[in-house]
């Protein structure tokens, strides 16, 4: 069976990023393949993780590509060219336009630090969630991960996780219990489910 190609685009550190090149290195991806890294920031350290693991990488940041509409249509040329089946959001921290998302329906998740419909939306996007979250005094926090539409973090929710907060948390504290228990473990499985239905469907097709 044909393995879905998973392209993988960051913006930052790319720690989720490893959990799924982690993850399929331990054969637990067995329905998809990361074959493309993508970031919008030159420089992102994700790039190096992508390297280090043999995965190509490229940087398509908005300013070279001279606006939004450029770097997707950029964007869609890269991941047409490599057959991709499958986009992951994986900490990339720039909003794709509803046409863009239209395009690939079922085909893009994200990943977000927080248990949608809770912190969530433009604006809310690394640590401000876990700030947010704090200001506004909740014990229970956590990780979604979702299909992509055309509204910000309200596509289907695929899969959640909660995870406790402590009366000592720091929002850098809480960012990285969120990430252990909840992302890191979240994203490579949502990976799989739906490279698992996306391969079921292909199927059933013929194709
Ligand atoms: C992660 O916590 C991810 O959930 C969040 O940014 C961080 C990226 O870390 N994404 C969002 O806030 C999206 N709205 P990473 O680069 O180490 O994976």
């Not at 539409?149 to 909660?162: F, H, V, W, Y």
């Not at 219990?177 to 698992?196: G, H, S, T």
Request: proline share 3%; net charge neutral.
């Amino acid at each position: 069976m044909e393995k879905v190609k998973i392209a993988v685009l960051v913006s930052g550190g790319g720690t989720n990023l490893q959990a799924l090149l982690d993850a399929e290195g331990r054969g637990e991806i067995p329905s998809g393949e990361i074959v493309l890294v993508i970031s919008n920031v030159s420089g992102a350290y994700a790039l190096e993780r992508a390297k280090k693991a043999g995965v190509e990488a490229l940087t398509l940041t908005k300013k070279a590509c001279g606006g939004q509409a450029g770097f997707e249509a950029r964007l869609r040329e890269e991941l047409e060219a490599r057959g991709i089946g499958l986009i992951i959001l994986a900490g990339f921290l720039s909003i794709l336009s509803g046409d863009f998302a239209a395009k690939y329906p079922k085909r893009i998740i994200n990943i977000h630090p927080s248990l949608i419909p809770s912190f969530c939306g433009k604006g809310y996007y690394g640590l401000k969630v876990h700030e947010e979250a704090l200001k506004y005094g909740v014990k229970v926090t956590g990780a979604t991960v979702h299909y992509v539409n055309e509204i910000p973090d309200g596509g289907e929710i695929l899969l959640q996780k909660a995870v406790d907060i402590l009366p000592e948390d720091t929002a850098e504290s809480l960012q990285l219990r969120v990430m252990r228990q909840a992302e890191w473990v979240l994203l490579p499985k949502a990976a799989e489910l739906v490279c698992k239905r996306l391969t079921e469907n292909d199927q059933r097709k013929g194709g």
